[in-house]
């Protein structure tokens, strides 16, 4: 299926839904290269109209299943946005966002402009979108409070909902610089654990924000260890065996964020808009954990949800240090150095 070339309106589209549906990537894509803006941008806005399909809880698991096959098709060519709009659209309950109503109306727009870019950037788009449709598809059945089945369940989950999004990245990275291609095998290496150290970050700091609509992404073997029943768990209940396993997973994310850090650092210095926009990503997440770990009892996301200020500082001091990696390691240990360690092989931190 040949698709019309993007117009002027679909790239400005583009840039204005952004501040829409992702204030975090309307502020960090801007700092990339020019010649990466506009497929990044596109990229994440596929992967938000891939979670909108997943997130609609008015959806069965078969239109789920069905709608994520069929917008994977769409990005491939092989079926009309048109077609895609017209299934999708009048299922939408108001669990979706107003933003995320016009960019699903909008879908043909995003995929003209998916369409325009070489066959490199869309092969990378277009594996990210199948591999991430598919696993949240599978997840979806197991979204219950019981938690996931242990820590190996929960890589997985975020290998689909943010590992392959750092693969697909890399790949764009790679395709753009032959200088940053040089790093290509290391950099894919960390990749997958940049993703994860960011979602597991993410399902930390929203555990009970989840838990009100009936999901959780935590694992059952680490607090089965600590005899804590994932479903019977309450908010406001001082459970010291949770505390343990939320310690415990602070620990792998951290982890994780440190791999983070090893990437960017893989990334030349000169390529300071590439640093930036995967510094200001990290710094946010090493701060939002270490406010975890600080109030472990928390029982609600805003209360360790980092202030503006505390955005407005990270991005100036990462962007000041953005190619000295000396100091940037100084930066981290320093934030993380109250965090806990753990000790666990590298293997379950590349291998899927």
Not at 5 to 18: F, V
């Amino acid at each position: 299926m040949i698709s019309q070339p993007p117009t002027l309106d679909d790239t400005r589209y583009q840039d204005e839904i952004l501040k829409g549906v992702s204030r975090t990537f309307a502020l960090t894509i801007p700092q990339l290269p020019e010649a990466l803006r506009q497929v990044i941008g596109n990229a994440y806005l596929l992967c938000r109209i891939t979670d909108t399909i997943e997130d609609d809880n008015a959806l069965t698991s078969e239109q789920t299943r069905y709608l994520s096959d069929m917008f994977s098709e769409v990005v491939c060519g092989h079926i009309a946005a048109e077609q895609f709009v017209t299934e999708l659209f009048p299922l939408l309950s108001d669990h979706t966002i107003p933003a995320e109503h016009d960019l699903i109306k909008h879908t043909p727009a995003v995929i003209r402009v998916t369409h325009s870019f070489n066959p490199v950037q869309r092969r990378a788009l277009e594996r990210c979108v199948r591999i991430m449709s598919r696993g949240m598809a599978d997840y979806q059945d197991t979204e219950t409070l019981d938690g996931l089945k242990d820590l190996p369940a929960m890589n997985l989950y975020c290998y689909y909902v943010a590992g392959v999004v750092g693969e697909m990245l890399t790949e764009l990275f790679c395709d753009y610089s032959p200088e940053i291609n040089r790093n290509k095998s290391e950099l894919m290496k960390l990749s997958a654990s940049f993703g994860q150290g960011l979602q597991m970050t993410n399902i930390l700091k929203d555990i009970w924000d989840d838990r009100k609509r009936g999901a959780c992404w935590l694992p059952q073997d680490i607090f089965l260890e600590k005899n804590v029943i994932l479903r019977d768990l309450q908010p406001n209940e001082l459970n010291p065996g949770f505390q343990e396993g939320l310690a415990e997973l602070i620990g792998v994310a951290k982890k994780h964020l440190h791999n983070a850090l090893n990437y960017t650092c893989l990334i030349p210095p000169h390529e300071k808009g590439i640093r930036r926009f995967c510094l200001w990503a990290l710094g946010m997440a090493i701060l939002t954990l270490k406010k975890i770990n600080r109030h472990r009892s928390f029982n609600n996301g805003q209360q360790v949800k980092i202030t503006r200020n505390t955005v407005k500082a990270t991005v100036l001091t990462t962007s000041i240090f953005a190619g000295n990696d000396w100091i940037l390691n100084c930066l981290f240990n320093i934030v993380s150095r109250q965090l806990p360690d753990i000790d666990i092989s590298d293997e379950l931190f590349f291998k899927r």
